[in-house]
């Protein structure tokens, strides 16, 4: 009896996961507005984005990885960036649906994952609250291109604030370990 058991249940396991015709992915060549050309790959579930992928090219030219986002139910759940070697993941950030909630960890070379420390969540924070806040204004058609253009100022300034909060912080992690 648990013979058969197991073997519907691996049958209806293979029956669900098998069936991806559903699934389409759309390509986009695009260049951001720091004029570095991006390549995006976005895969649908029916009308429902669920993934993301952005490549941008390295040193050399080649398409890398950049980053890669997963959505449930139209809401961001995760995303891995490049943020220290071009071409590997090497941080995570889980969203809790619908807040600024997140928590975030690093990818060592060995495969091995540990979350950042307080202080680095906070820059991380900081440059997600200032992301969203920025693409808040893109979705107002009211918003002029000055004030646009002043938005992609503060938005900038706000990311690069973060970013070295992030920087001071892993760099007193690796001072406290010596």
């Not at 995006?40 to 986002?69: N, Q, S």
Request: hydrophobic share 35%.
């Amino acid at each position: 009896m648990k013979t058969l058991i197991t073997i519907l249940l691996f049958v209806a396991i293979g029956c669900y996961a098998g069936d991806t015709s559903d699934i389409t992915q759309k390509v986009f060549d695009r260049t951001n507005y720091y004029g570095i050309h991006q390549h995006w790959v976005v895969t649908y579930r029916g009308k429902e984005k669920i993934m993301k992928e952005v490549f941008i090219p390295d040193a050399k030219g080649k398409l890398v990885i950049d980053f890669r986002c997963y959505f449930v139910g139209g809401y961001l759940m995760t995303v891995e960036n490049a943020k220290h070697t071009p071409g590997k993941l090497d941080t995570i950030s889980i969203y809790y649906p619908g807040t600024n909630v997140m928590e975030v960890f690093t990818r060592s070379d060995d495969g091995s994952v540990k979350p950042v420390s307080t202080r680095a969540l906070l820059g991380y924070e900081q440059e997600n609250a200032a992301n969203t806040d920025f693409f808040r204004t893109l979705d107002n058609t009211n918003t002029t291109d000055v004030q646009w253009s002043q938005k992609v100022q503060e938005t900038e300034q706000k990311v690069r604030d973060a970013e070295k909060q992030i920087q001071d912080a892993e760099k007193q992690k690796i001072d406290s370990k010596q």
